[in-house]
């Protein structure tokens, strides 16, 4: 197993449904990151939360940190066609390091 | 305006020539990073970049690859002799305080 694995690696739901996606680490870290990538395109940052922080939320967007099973969720409300997208959790050890990422859940929206 | 401007957004290379992708972080950040995503894959970490100085780098970053920041402001990657391997999206990263900001991206395209 590698630092930062997601899990589903794929998720289909319907528009309105909510969307969790999990992620494990291996290593102690110094914050968390999940970004969107659409399709070819770059990677748009999202929610960043810090070792010492358990849970964020902005917007329809809530992020869960667990450092005791080094584990980390991201829960989109209300999803629509448009969160359709490759979504990553990166990992830093430390303040300003190099961000190591995991394989992504591609997410799936229906209209 | 983008915290980070990649250019080009799209380069098509013979196999053995040199390419240069360039980034523009454009606030007065001391930490830069290249990563790298070959097509259907995670991002990989390439190398960070302090003070004008390499401060880390993968096993990726080999000799074939190098990293300048010139003029104090555009921030390169170089890839000598591109090998078809090479082709992937190359993602160009600042840090602001603990959150990395990424650029869109250039995907190389070796043939």
């Known amino acids: 197993s590698q630092q930062g694995e997601e899990d589903p690696q794929a998720l289909s739901i319907q528009e309105g449904e909510n969307a969790t996606m999990n992620c494990s680490y291996k290593?102690?870290?110094?914050?968390l990151q999940w970004y969107r990538q659409n399709s070819g395109r770059g990677l748009v940052h999202l929610i960043l939360?810090?070792?010492?922080?358990r849970e964020k939320h902005s917007g329809r967007l809530r992020v869960t940190l667990d450092t005791s099973k080094k584990s980390s969720s991201l829960l989109i409300t209300a999803s629509r066609a448009a969160d359709t997208a490759s979504y990553f959790c990166a990992t830093a050890r430390t303040n300003a390091g190099k961000s190591t990422f995991g394989d992504g859940t591609t997410l799936t929206v229906k209209p | 305006e983008p915290e980070v401007t990649q250019t080009p957004s799209h380069q098509v290379t013979q196999m053995g020539q040199e390419v240069i992708l360039r980034c523009v972080p454009i606030s007065n950040h001391l930490y830069f990073y290249w990563y790298r995503q070959i097509l259907g894959q995670k991002v990989e970490f390439l190398v960070s970049?302090?003070?004008?100085?390499?401060?880390?780098k993968s096993e990726i970053f080999d000799d074939q690859f190098s990293v300048e920041r010139p003029d104090g402001s555009n921030f390169t990657l170089k890839i000598r002799s591109t090998k078809l391997e090479d082709s992937a999206m190359y993602f160009c990263a600042r840090q602001g305080g603990t959150e990395a900001f990424f650029g869109q991206g250039t995907r190389l395209t070796v043939v």
């Open positions: 939360i810090r070792s010492n922080e």
């Open positions: 970049f302090y003070n004008n100085e390499i401060s880390e």
């Open positions: 290593t102690s870290i110094n914050n």
